[in-house]
């Protein structure tokens, strides 16, 4: 059984980069990088990286124990791996997918997008609360149909690995060909963005086919600049209220909601209200395109039909 961690080799590689990007941005674009919030997102890091270290194994030995009950032996042939890539990416979609449309895993989630600076420092905005959420139940089908926990953990790490490099406005297009299956900077700048038209698009880790599959991808376009965050923006460089601020909203909508609305409140997309006091990203996207005299299937057709999850 592989004994590998491959984002523990990655982080020499990761501030590399960032130092390469930090040179760019001096002379290229002198507002990408604002020095609390780059110490802000090492923040999150090294938080993030804590949190990890305490609950990660404890799914794993879950994970091991279910893996048990296998459906099959799939081994460590080179195919497996492939596969399991390939499954992870897809299960990865739809954790991410959850992580904005369902308040609870919203909570955990947010931190991600909380900075509103477009940077490789901005990948290391990991989450702290991660475990609260139980998005590790995503994964137990894998398990379940007999890829080894470890195989799963070594897929996830690459598939964070590269995620890192997409988080940068340097790049500004890749090959046509790149850009048609793989997740890249411009499509991941799209899903960092607070624009009504890209709110809740490009979901994909590695493989922007998924997002292109299920009805939630959105080109990136030169009419209109880029405004990262999220809708509400923080306001402050505070640590732990960026970290926590998401999860105490929830407990004061639900703690001033009637009783027959609570739950609404965890499980519903974020913005929703009972009283309707505020705006869904969906809210705000049928706005922008009522502005715009257009629908959401003429704005984008594939996303039109494909029901919010």
Avoid at 280 to 298: C, M, N, P, Q
Wanted: proline content about 5%.
């Amino acid at each position: 059984m592989p004994d590998f961690s491959p984002t523990e080799y990655a982080v020499p590689g990761f501030v590399a980069l960032v130092l390469i990007e930090m040179i760019w941005a001096w002379r290229r674009n002198p507002s990408a990088y604002e020095p609390k919030d780059t110490l802000t997102s090492l923040a999150f890091g090294l938080g993030s990286t804590v949190a990890g270290l305490l609950f990660g194994g404890l799914f794993f030995a879950l994970y091991l124990f279910l893996w048990e009950y296998r459906l099959f032996d799939i081994g460590w042939a080179w195919w497996a791996w492939i596969a399991c890539f390939v499954l992870d990416d897809l299960k990865y979609y739809w954790v991410h997918r959850f992580g904005h449309r369902v308040r609870w895993f919203w909570a955990s989630h947010v931190n991600h997008h909380s900075s509103q600076h477009y940077n490789l420092s901005t990948a290391l905005r990991q989450t702290w609360t991660g475990f609260l959420t139980l998005g590790f139940a995503f994964a137990l089908p894998l398990v379940l149909l007999g890829f080894h926990p470890a195989m799963i953990a070594i897929c996830g790490g690459f598939n964070l690995i590269y995620q890192f490099w997409i988080h940068t406005e340097a790049i500004d297009r890749m090959p046509r060909w790149f850009e048609a299956v793989m997740n890249t900077p411009s499509h991941h700048r799209v899903h960092h963005a607070t624009n009504p038209r890209y709110l809740d698009r490009n979901y994909a880790g590695v493989f922007i086919v998924w997002d292109k599959m299920f009805g939630t991808f959105e080109p990136e376009t030169k009419d209109e600049k880029i405004r990262y965050g999220i809708v509400k923006q923080l306001g402050s460089f505070n640590l732990l209220w960026a970290v926590f601020h998401e999860w105490i909203g929830i407990a004061q909508d639900m703690w001033r909601a009637p009783w027959k609305h609570k739950l609404s409140y965890l499980l519903r997309e974020p913005g929703w209200t009972h009283d309707g006091s505020r705006q869904t990203s969906d809210e705000i996207r049928e706005a922008w395109l009522k502005r715009e005299g257009k629908t959401v299937a003429e704005e984008n057709p594939i996303a039109g039909e494909a029901e919010p999850a």
